[in-house]
C-alpha cells in the first residue's frame, strides 16, 4: 500500500436551497460578531451575494463586503481586500462565488493573520500562526477550492501565478448549494465544468497520488463526465447543477490529496503570457497530455473509462487513454471551448519559451511521465 496522511478538515453541507442556512452555520464556528463576505462583482450582480448577506444579518453578524477584484485575482486584489479587513477587523471570513472569489477570501486571510505579504506564502505550511475561520459557498461548479488549503494568486508584476498552501487555510464548512449555479453564463458552466473534468482526469495518475484520492478522483469523474455535456445541453437542469458541483467538489479533494499534473503545467503560461482562460487552457492542452501519459498510466486511465462505461454521454469501455482524449477533445469542442493554440494568438515561435516557462510550473512535477522543456515544447506542438 502506499504511505500516505489523510485528513478531512471541511464539512459539506450540500442542497439546494441551503444559503438560507449560512448564518446558522457561521454560528456553529463559534463566539464570532463580525465577518468578511468576499464575492465577485458578478455574482453580487446575480443576488446570491445579498441572500448570503441577508442570512448571515438575520443571525445578527455585522458583515463588510468585499468585491473588487477579478478572474484570477493577483497580490494586488489580496492587498486591496486585507486593507479593508484591516479596517473592519471579521472574526471570520466567508469566500461566496467561484474559485477567485476563495482563493482571494484565502488569500486575504494569509496576510491578515499572519503578516507579510503574499509572495511569503508562496509554496506549503507558511502561515506563521493560526487564521480566521472560513466558509466557501461556491457558486460554480469547477475548482474545487471549497475542499483545497491552496489560494491561487497571481503575482501583480509578473503575472506568475502562486500557489499558496496551508492546512490552516482550509474552509471549515463548504456549502454546496446547487441553485446557486443556475444563474451561471452558458460559457462559465463550460470553463469551469471542463476544469473539474480536468482535475478529476488529472489526479487519478498523479505520481502522488494514494488509493483515496484515486477513490475521490473516480467518484468526480462519475458525476462530472455524463453531467458536463448535460448542464451544456440543458442549463436549467438542477439535478445536473448539483451532480457537477458535487464531482466538482469531490476533484478538489483529489487534489488536496493528489496534486495536478502536466495540463495545469501547460496551462498556466498560455494565461500568464496570452491571457488564454484557465478552463481554455485545460481544454486546449488535456487530451495531449493523457495520450502522452498513456504509457504508463493506461490502467488508470481505464478505470476511469470504466466507471461510466455505461453511459452513452462518456467514452467507450474499450477505449482506453486514446478514446478518453478524444473524449475530452470532442466534449470541449461541442462546449465551444478552445481547440487550437494557433487559434488563441500564440505565435509558434513562442512555443520554446512557452516551453520552459511550462517546465518551471510546479505541478508537472507530479505527471506521471517525466516532463522537461522538449516534451512540454512537443506537447505544444501537438496541440497548435
Given at each position: 500500500m502506499?504511505p500516505?496522511d489523510?485528513?478531512?478538515p471541511?464539512?459539506l453541507?450540500c442542497?439546494?436551497?441551503r444559503?438560507?442556512?449560512?448564518?446558522d452555520l457561521a454560528?456553529?464556528?463559534?463566539?464570532?460578531e463580525?465577518i468578511l463576505?468576499v464575492?465577485d462583482?458578478?455574482?453580487?450582480?446575480a443576488?446570491?451575494?445579498q441572500?448570503?448577506?441577508?442570512?448571515?444579518h438575520a443571525?445578527?453578524?455585522?458583515t463588510?463586503l468585499?468585491?473588487?477584484?477579478?478572474?484570477?485575482?493577483?497580490?494586488?486584489?489580496?492587498d486591496?481586500?486585507?486593507?479593508l479587513a484591516?479596517?473592519?477587523?471579521?472574526d471570520a471570513i466567508i469566500g461566496?462565488?467561484g474559485?477567485?472569489s476563495?482563493d482571494?477570501?484565502?488569500?486575504i486571510?494569509?496576510i491578515?493573520?499572519c503578516?507579510?505579504r503574499?509572495q511569503d506564502?508562496w509554496?506549503?505550511g507558511k502561515?506563521?500562526?493560526p487564521l480566521?475561520?472560513m466558509?466557501?459557498v461556491?457558486?460554480?461548479a469547477?475548482t474545487?477550492?471549497?475542499?483545497?488549503?491552496f489560494?491561487?494568486?497571481?503575482?501583480?508584476?509578473?503575472h506568475v501565478?502562486m500557489?499558496?498552501?496551508d492546512?490552516?487555510a482550509?474552509?471549515?464548512i463548504a456549502?454546496?448549494d446547487?441553485?446557486?449555479?443556475?444563474t451561471q453564463?452558458?460559457?462559465v458552466?463550460?470553463?469551469?465544468?471542463?476544469?473539474?473534468l480536468?482535475?478529476?482526469v488529472?489526479?487519478?495518475?498523479?505520481?502522488v497520488r494514494t488509493?483515496l484520492?484515486?477513490?475521490?478522483?473516480?467518484?468526480?469523474?462519475?458525476?462530472?463526465?455524463p453531467n458536463?455535456l448535460?448542464v451544456?445541453?440543458h442549463?436549467?437542469?438542477?439535478?445536473?447543477?448539483?451532480?457537477m458541483?458535487l464531482?466538482?467538489c469531490?476533484a478538489?479533494?483529489a487534489i488536496?490529496n493528489?496534486?495536478?499534473?502536466a495540463a495545469?503545467a501547460?496551462?498556466n503560461?498560455l494565461?500568464?503570457?496570452?491571457g488564454?482562460?484557465?478552463?481554455?487552457?485545460?481544454a486546449l492542452?488535456?487530451?495531449?497530455?493523457v495520450r502522452h501519459?498513456?504509457?504508463?498510466a493506461e490502467?488508470?486511465?481505464?478505470d476511469l473509462?470504466?466507471?461510466?462505461?455505461?453511459?452513452?454521454?462518456t467514452?467507450?469501455?474499450r477505449?482506453?487513454?486514446?478514446?478518453?482524449?478524444s473524449f475530452l477533445?470532442?466534449?470541449a469542442?461541442?462546449?465551444g471551448?478552445?481547440?487550437?493554440l494557433r487559434?488563441q494568438g500564440v505565435?509558434?515561435?513562442?512555443?520554446?519559451?512557452?516551453?520552459?516557462?511550462?517546465?518551471r510550473?510546479?505541478?508537472?512535477s507530479?505527471?506521471?511521465?517525466?516532463?522537461?522543456?522538449d516534451s512540454y515544447l512537443?506537447l505544444?506542438?501537438?496541440a497548435?
Amino acid at each position: 500500500m502506499t504511505p500516505f496522511d489523510f485528513r478531512l478538515p471541511t464539512r459539506l453541507v450540500c442542497g439546494p436551497g441551503r444559503i438560507s442556512e449560512l448564518g446558522d452555520l457561521a454560528r456553529s464556528l463559534g463566539e464570532l460578531e463580525r465577518i468578511l463576505v468576499v464575492s465577485d462583482p458578478g455574482v453580487v450582480a446575480a443576488g446570491h451575494t445579498q441572500r448570503g448577506l441577508d442570512a448571515l444579518h438575520a443571525a445578527g453578524f455585522a458583515t463588510r463586503l468585499f468585491q473588487d477584484f477579478a478572474e484570477n485575482p493577483t497580490t494586488a486584489h489580496v492587498d486591496a481586500g486585507t486593507a479593508l479587513a484591516r479596517d473592519f477587523r471579521p472574526d471570520a471570513i466567508i469566500g461566496l462565488g467561484g474559485g477567485s472569489s476563495m482563493d482571494c477570501a484565502k488569500g486575504i486571510n494569509f496576510i491578515y493573520s499572519c503578516g507579510g505579504r503574499m509572495q511569503d506564502y508562496w509554496g506549503v505550511g507558511k502561515a506563521t500562526g493560526p487564521l480566521l475561520p472560513m466558509i466557501a459557498v461556491p457558486t460554480t461548479a469547477g475548482t474545487g477550492s471549497e475542499t483545497q488549503s491552496f489560494a491561487l494568486i497571481s503575482d501583480a508584476l509578473t503575472h506568475v501565478k502562486m500557489a499558496c498552501g496551508d492546512k490552516r487555510a482550509a474552509f471549515r464548512i463548504a456549502l454546496l448549494d446547487p441553485a446557486l449555479t443556475l444563474t451561471q453564463p452558458p460559457r462559465v458552466t463550460a470553463l469551469t465544468g471542463f476544469d473539474a473534468l480536468a482535475h478529476a482526469v488529472e489526479t487519478a495518475v498523479t505520481r502522488v497520488r494514494t488509493p483515496l484520492s484515486r477513490a475521490f478522483s473516480r467518484e468526480a469523474w462519475v458525476h462530472l463526465a455524463p453531467n458536463f455535456l448535460r448542464v451544456i445541453e440543458h442549463p436549467d437542469d438542477q439535478e445536473a447543477r448539483g451532480e457537477m458541483q458535487l464531482g466538482a467538489c469531490l476533484a478538489g479533494l483529489a487534489i488536496e490529496n493528489s496534486m495536478l499534473g502536466a495540463a495545469h503545467a501547460l496551462a498556466n503560461p498560455l494565461t500568464a503570457h496570452y491571457g488564454v482562460t484557465h478552463g481554455d487552457a485545460v481544454a486546449l492542452m488535456l487530451p495531449h497530455v493523457v495520450r502522452h501519459n498513456g504509457a504508463v498510466a493506461e490502467d488508470e486511465y481505464q478505470d476511469l473509462v470504466l466507471a461510466t462505461a455505461f453511459n452513452r454521454h462518456t467514452p467507450d469501455q474499450r477505449a482506453g487513454s486514446a478514446g478518453l482524449a478524444s473524449f475530452l477533445a470532442e466534449a470541449a469542442a461541442q462546449a465551444g471551448l478552445a481547440t487550437r493554440l494557433r487559434d488563441q494568438g500564440v505565435e509558434r515561435e513562442r512555443l520554446p519559451q512557452l516551453a520552459a516557462d511550462a517546465a518551471r510550473q510546479w505541478t508537472g512535477s507530479f505527471n506521471p511521465v517525466e516532463m522537461n522543456a522538449d516534451s512540454y515544447l512537443a506537447l505544444y506542438e501537438a496541440a497548435y
